[in-house]
């Protein structure tokens, strides 16, 4: 029988660029551990500087609560989308707050494989805020091109239910195909298909930080 490689945080970190973007990548992940241990969801744009998309900070904040996460532990930011690169300095130093506030393990961040301007911006200044932590890298699908999981971690059924319902509190978003429930749940069965498990969720590996123990019984 294949065995799980277990890992834990006292507090997981989720970064995110826009609203959507968490719960995309790793909506399932924060549904089944959100009531094992401290998971901290940030957004940095809200998106409001577009008349069309007035709803999403409420659309966003309903879908971190039917996650499951803590509304004081989803944090959303006002930077301007589609400029994070010029505000790096600001960008790295929020990460760098965060970092001290909430010591997390394990952070999650967009993929390496992401084209999207401000998904890149995230991940290159959390690889130098989080210096020294584990850092793994979701998909959301639209932007990124070559993206491959190296790092799949099992989820429940639940759970994949729960992201979808989650993922449906965005009205604003319900014609964008990759809100599709059918996509949705067919990438969870697929990342668990290579991990030979009924679903699962799919990360790149951008830095594991870890130490080999003896067994535990």
């Known amino acids: 029988m294949n065995h799980n490689m277990t890992f834990f945080g006292e507090t997981v970190l989720c970064i995110g660029a826009h609203p959507d973007d968490i719960e995309l990548?790793?909506?399932a992940l924060i549904a089944d551990i959100v009531d094992q241990t401290n998971v901290v969801c940030v957004t940095l744009?809200?998106?409001?500087?577009n008349p069309l998309l007035t709803n999403l900070v409420?659309?966003?904040r309903e879908s971190m609560k039917i996650l499951g996460?803590?509304?004081?532990?989803a944090i959303l930011h006002d930077f301007t989308t589609r400029r994070f690169q010029a505000a790096r300095q600001e960008i790295l130093e929020v990460m760098i707050g965060l970092k001290k506030q909430y010591h997390p393990e394990v952070v999650l961040v967009h993929t390496a494989n992401d084209i999207h301007q401000d998904h890149k911006t995230i991940t290159e200044?959390?690889?130098r805020a989080f210096r020294g932590t584990t850092l793994l890298g979701f998909d959301v699908l639209r932007s990124s091109y070559g993206f491959f999981p190296d790092f799949l971690v099992e989820v429940?059924?639940?759970a994949v239910k729960t992201k979808i319902k989650a993922l449906k509190a965005y009205g604003t978003y319900a014609d964008k195909y990759y809100f599709d429930e059918n996509i949705i749940h067919s990438t969870a069965i697929r990342h668990g298909a290579l991990a030979e498990r009924p679903y699962a969720e799919g990360f790149d590996i951008l830095?594991?930080?870890?130490?080999?123990g003896d067994k535990e019984y």
């Open 69 to 73: 996460v803590k509304p004081e532990n």
């Open 156 to 158: 429940s059924e639940e």
């Open 125 to 127: 200044e959390a690889l």
């Open 25 to 27: 990548g790793c909506g």
């Open 45 to 49: 744009s809200d998106n409001q500087e």
């Open 58 to 60: 409420d659309e966003h």
């Open 207 to 212: 830095r594991i930080v870890g130490q080999f």
